[in-house]
């Protein structure tokens, strides 16, 4: 009996100790605390740690100097209006989780204290962390969630740098429209009749259904005809019967929103089936990951995907070229559109926290509002950053890139659109698996 | 009033149970004042919610010994109806509520009829089933705002007619209130008619339909308890997150997670599903916030979090109450 009892108060002392327990244990003074929500581990693991890597890449380089970076954030050193102030990002994994999500964005405002929050990359889990946020009157800036509903609550205390999924997807049919007016580089005009029935495959949840309901609807304003369309659950083992019914219709286009593992499944599925069709394209996510092409290899040659990052950009943009390299150099691989997203996200906090010159989130709100970042300053191909009064970035834009088998045998990713930027011929039809 | 007595009387406990469910009781209120961090707060109305849960489920899955998965559907009902006459009509939840829990109550004597001509395997896999069926239906209802969901508008100061709190707090002791109300129920429950016959059918259906008691009636009435008790959570789930989805509400492993919770506390004895949330619940929650950032260790919170529930089911398939039981007739 007393061993019992020795037993349960022993369990019940440690579960009280760790209630007491807070984060900000270690907390250094003249530093500024970040929030940084991504999903770490799950089926979004790979994402996530990228994202991670990248966002403290950033963090680095603002506040110990980087020398080889043509930006003026690489020399301060810390924030120069706030006394030189080092940023320290403090993440945590909601594995994809809104309610898990809510529930660490709360700890970070009250047990961490933090000054603002990023993340965190779900577009539902953005939801709930920018509910809580808002509630306590706490700046979120986000940095790669791109469903348009976001960005239309009235939410005075959430920005957002990346486009999002409207613009994408309005990029994709203007490439669909490009290819019928021989716009594209390589490829002569189809007639439209060839290119008219399209089919798509998204993920279940917020961000899949978004891109679905805009894809019907930019069909119908370029005259496209979707004739399947299926919202299918992401961690499924099996894809089969949504490839099967996506190949019944024989569509002249296979559009694709899906996170990494789903769309490799989805791809060797369809490979499996040898599946043929003329585009196959990927919302970014899954589509443009690192590991998409280390583990598919050949087998992506001709597939497209939106992203807004591609390391091509490179050739035409010296600071995304510096940044890439250091990032490559710690990583082994180029930046993403999911990583660069991440690293612009750092980014404009540190200059939103140097504009406002103070941790007040007040003054932190009116930074946001009166941003702006010129374009020459983002690794980004975009215009620069701006924010409208519903707190979107109005300055970006979306490319779509091709992954094309090499003569050496390697994949690349190369820009196709926009038409002005491609790097390389586009290769149509999609030449399938054999 | 015969009926309230048996909820307040707790008098064939040991005394040891009794002392602990007081000092427990004690500790709850005072915790929000202990001066814990505000994370320790919402993993607390986690550990809550899901009692609540798994003390529902206990109901059928344990007391009646049927292997229910599906639970997650009524949570979903109970979360939707708050949600969506919050979002359409402006209904405050103290109403949205509970027409939510008349609705999974309803909705659960429909599934349960044909459900319960099913035993065994058979049933477990048929209450996935309809749970499964219904988050597709809701994935791709427009009207409920399909897979993205429905977010309830926020307002602006501590409004107890919709029930949104800038402080948890608030929430904190409503639902320690909806908790307590469900041991209590639960503590009338275990004695009374419904809870003798459910325990008789777990143990020898064929002596209990020979005695006269309708099996299915029974098994039907104590699905249908189980399903207004997650409703209830459902509607608190709405207005404590403000954003649902069916990815969130009416996932398979959120099914999984309140049948596992309850199982490894033990299944059928009042203080079971307690245990197994105050066991899971912090475990999950203070891994995934310490481990789950860390460079290096990520993933290991899940590991360790499968490793112990291994260990228990395997050192004592009647869960952690199991465990304390065993260690009691030791010591004695």
Redesign the interface.
Known sequence: MRKTRFIIFFVFILFISLMFTHGNVYAQQNEIKIGVLYPLSGALATIGRDLQRAAELTADMINNKSPGVDLPMASWGGIPNLGGAKIKLIFVDHRGEPDRGADLAKRLILDDKVVGLMGAYNSAVTKTVSAVAERYGVPMINDSSTSPDLTERGFKWFWRTTPHDNFFNKDLFELLKGLTEGKVKGVKAIPKAQLKNLAYACENTEWGSGVAKSLEAYAKEYGFNITKGILYNANSPDLTSEAKALMSVNPDAMLFASYLSDSLLMIRTLKSMKAKTKILWGQNAGFEMADFAKTLGADINGVLTRTVFIDKITRVKKVAGQINALYKQKYGDDLTGATARSVVGVQTWAYVLNKAGSTDPKAIQKACNELHIPAKELVMPWAGIKFDSKGQNILGRGLIGQYQLKSDGKISLEIVYPFELATANFIYPFPGWK | MEKLKDAFDFSDFSR?ERI?FIIFTIFLFI?PW???????K??MI?FMLFSLFGMGWNTIGGYGGQVELGKAQYVGIGAYTVALMMVWWKVPFWISMPIGVLIALGYSFIIGYPLFRLKGHYFAIATICTSLVLKDIF??WALVG????I?LP?HDHPDFLYMQF?S?TYYYYFIMALFYIAIFYMNWFRKSKLGYQLRMIKDDEDAAESLGIDIRWCKIKAYSIASAFVAVGGGF?AV????I????VMELSLSIKIALMAMLGGAASMWGPIIGA?FLV?LD??L??WL????GL??I??MIYAMLIMIVSAYQPRGIWGI?ED??K???
Not at chain 2, 146 to 149: F, L, P, T, V, Y
Not at chain 2, 245 to 248: G, M, N, Y
Not at chain 2, 292 to 295: I, L, N, R, S, V
């Open positions: 040891s602990g915790f202990l001066g814990v961090s505000s994370f320790a919402t993993v986690q994935d791709n399909a897979a993205k969901g977010e926020i800038k948890d789930m404590y997150n403000l954003y989805d069916p990815a969130s105050a912090p929650r203070f995934g916030s789950g950032g860390h460079k990520t993933g919170d899940y304390i260690l009691r030791r010591g004695k």
